[in-house]
């Protein structure tokens, strides 16, 4: 017997032994599996994943089983093998929280059909059971870029970058435009780490910075690190990503983008419990609470924190894109047009800076 | 009072037998640390141990140890030969990474074409790109004297920012919307490192690994160059006088090591990983000279000693998975492993002796 | 007074700091070399020092005792390689590998429950007003203990090796381990000293990334720290005063490659991230061809094990 023919059937029969029957009339018990790239314990990126998870079995109780999770899984061939053991221990949804497993989270759909799997952050969905979820990260940018433009007294904001992706260049030029906007005078540096996590690296970048005068740090890189250093130096403040990193409050975290996948979780598990599950592309922000809004402190005046509430607000609401023109492009040619909002096809690939920040994207 | 006393010529007893020895040792202390942590020892050790052979899912597990052996090997007897002759060639992973690139920048280069060329030429650039890293080290031993050690461990850095560049910048693919990691192998067929056998993880580079394990033995056992490794290893000074050429013997140990390394990458990027990504190189290199030593520096025995390590990787993460031991648990676990071996091997070059009076 | 943006201060000052760990690390390691033993495992040393120091610290309170905690455990796994090597006739090569690699497993590990937890502080020496002398303040008065320790320490085994009796016997043990035994000097005990010396200093500075630098504990947070203090040692030809000026090096190219690129400079940063690495290959080159001078330097007994026929 072909050894595909034979896992795919082991993997149905397990399927409906221990997922009840998987049509759409839902099901009654949803086994929920994920798969995070880093260590639960790491305060940010995958430490908010599992919060998820969490609160998944709050929500559903008993009719969700969410105890199986691997951290730390490498991408490639090693999470292939992950994926596989989960779909035929009976998982009925996988999560795959990073972006790098998404060649190995379609090959492992493609053998077993009748199992969902959710890939964070991607954008190839080869087969129906697969379905890409994101958040919408700038529109937290936005509201920081406000503060850190009103914060600024040297009028330097210093970013430390992960990669060169169009992710991470929305959150730089998002956290720019609207720190300008607040204050023209306001200027850019980034640093570019080439790492998610490593606090050491992070913490070197930071310093780098604020020796150059910096003193305002933003970062897409997910460890407690560079707030670390900028507690060192009275005058620096910083900001939460990912998860809260309240121990750094009231200074220097004046605040933090929090990323919320409880919402989305509870929907999607949900949606398997009461048959309306379909496969989607989501990506959404403050609206929908995926991307939230870390407390601001009173290290900050209470007429920033009041414009800066204003401006999450407006985004939740709807009534503001971050991304409104008139923008140029950092070559002087024009974007958007006067009150045009960006589409999400441009942003998705953006992999230009926006006028008036210095510097080039690594090549 | 203990006496070690050494041994006229290597015990053959204890040559056999020193690798299990180590292996069940292992097993004990590894499930006192297991215990410690809270889980189950025997549980975990039979999830380690006998889970991926005999077990539930053994038949997808078993060809994953398979994919996950076929490169230690590859790179495992590539080294092996170079320390029999004292030349520690410690950047394997390094070799292994630009052998990578070399690879799957020539298969990429010519993207969509469909030749049966493509992955013949695509195996020798990859040995190649590895064959000229280890030139490195090798020549500056040769021409300069300088530690090879530290040289090709510098070069793993090195290429780990080359492929850093490779996946953001000069192998990114055009069609991946701004993301780092190069075109999927698996979707270009005339380039792909398959598997012969579906289901059994058995693909070209494991091929490879049985090919040089046994090109090796005879190696070692038939050709002039085998002996002299062998010589340079036992008596450096009867190598001196025997005439063996000591650069000669740098050269073609570390190039043959790299290229092997190489060989490695190349396979493991066009098959099993797929793509040229940041996080591509995962310690194989290193992994490899554990798996080195654990097989005595002897092709039959580190066929049997990758296998082993494989054994611990793969069921290592099915413990992770359904124990929730943490994965840095299995790599303790594996450290161990060589320790123990280091430890018992001191049998098959000594005897133990109880013996009245002072010590040295 | 600043080049391209940079203000070369700060940037000594910076690098002081940052070469803090390797050079703790590659001064003990000189040490355990002239003693005639190759120890590979300093990345897994240093390793264990930083979460046992770390362990240490959050658990007492005290940056002090995290300190020698850090030196204690780094010290307790090199005895692991004492053992293996000079009593259990190990290859040394393997067993500092073994030992590297075990120590990253067992350090994340131990570390598990200790991902994100802010250590206690280790403030600066406070020095007063010498503290802000332009230029030379900055650079010379504005540290942590651990930076002027580390000099102490450099000074200190310099001044061991060259004029003390204790220092000529570990010398001549590194040199000829078989003449120093007939002279009646017991080399296998002067190795495991030099060795648990050389695990306490990698775990001093293994103890100083979590503690002052980062301060954090994460898994791999050394990231190839210990290789570079073994090119360190080789570098400085095995004298404690060089041990000082390649630290510095390696830890200035590195704070500089990042101030450049948080000034702007429009160098691209892959090039500057390999520099550090490319710069020790080529000194290393340099120092061993040239006239030689310095692979005559190196103990002649290095990486020989020692056994006594009875």
Known sequence: MNRRTLMATAALGLGLAFGGSADAAGMDK???????????????WTYQHDQGRLAVIEAFGDKVDASTFQENVPEGADAERVLTQMALSGCNIIFTTSFGYMDATNAVAAKFPDV??????????????????GARFYEGRAVIGTIAGRMTKSNKIGYIASFPIPEVIRGINSTFLHAKKVNPDVTLSVVWAYTWFDPAKEADAAKALI????????QHTDSTAPLAEAAKTARVIGFGQASDMAAYKPSPRVSSIIDNWAPYYVKRVGALLDGSYAQVDSWEGISAGEVEIGEITDAVPAE????????????????????????????????LADGATAPDGDLLGMNFYVEGIVGDIPQ | MLILEKRPSPSQFWTYTTPILAVILTMIAGGALFALLGKDPVVAIRTIFWDPLFGEFAFYLRGQLLVKAGPLILIAVGLSLGFRAGIWNIGAEGQYIIGAIFGAGVGLAVFPTESRWIFPVMIAAGAFGGWLWAMIPAILKTRFNTNEILVSLMLVYVAQTILSKAATGFLRNPQGMGFPGSRNFSSYPAARNVELISGTGMHWGVVAAFIAVIAAYVLLQRHILGFQIKLAGQAPRAARFAGVPPTRLVVMCMGISGALAGLAGMFEVSGPAGQISIDFASGYGFTAIIVAFLGRLNPLGILLAGLVMALTYVGGEMASTNLGLPSAAVQAFQGMLLFFLLAVDLLSNYRIRFMKGRAA | MDFGGINPAVLVASLMVASVPIMLAAIGELVVEK???????????????????????????????GFIGGAVGAAALALVFAVLTQVLQANQVATGLALTLFGLGLSSLMGQGYVGIKPPLTGQVPFGP???????????????PMVYVSIAIIAAVWAVLKFSRMGLILRAVGENHDAAHSLGYKVTRI??????????????????????????????????????????????SWKPWRVLLGAYLFGGI???????????????????????YLITILVLVIMSSGKGRASMNAPAALGQNFHTAR
């Open chain 1, 30 to 44: 949803v086994k929920a599996c994920f798969v995070y790239v880093g260590p639960v314990g790491d305060g940010g």
């Open chain 1, 116 to 133: 969902k799997f959710e890939h964070a952050t991607g954008y190839k969905r080869d087969s129906d059971n697969v379905s890409t979820y």
């Open chain 1, 211 to 218: 020796e150059q005068g910096v003193d305002v740090i933003v």
């Open chain 1, 304 to 335: 920033v924190k009041a414009e800066a509430e204003a401006l999450r607000d407006a985004i939740g609401a709807g009534t503001y894109h971050p991304f409104t023109g008139p923008i140029n492009k950092q070559d002087g040619t024009a974007w």
């Open chain 3, 35 to 65: 003693a005639g033993v190759l120890n590979l495992g300093v990345e897994g040393m240093m390793i264990m020092g930083a979460i046992c120091g770390f362990i240490s610290a959050v658990q007492t309170g005290s940056p002090v005792l």
């Open chain 3, 130 to 144: 010498l503290a802000d002398i332009p230029v030379l303040g900055r650079i010379l008065f504005s540290h942590d």
């Open chain 3, 191 to 236: 190795r495991i000293l030099a060795i648990l010396f050389g695990g306490a200093m990698a775990g001093l500075g293994g103890a100083y990334l979590s503690l002052v630098r980062v301060p954090q504990w994460t898994d791999g947070i050394t990231a190839g720290a210990g290789w570079i203090a073994l090119a360190i040692v080789v570098f400085a």
């Open chain 3, 254 to 276: 590195s704070v500089l490659q990042l101030n450049l690129q948080a000034a702007g400079a429009r160098i691209p940063v892959e090039y500057l991230s390999m520099s550090p």
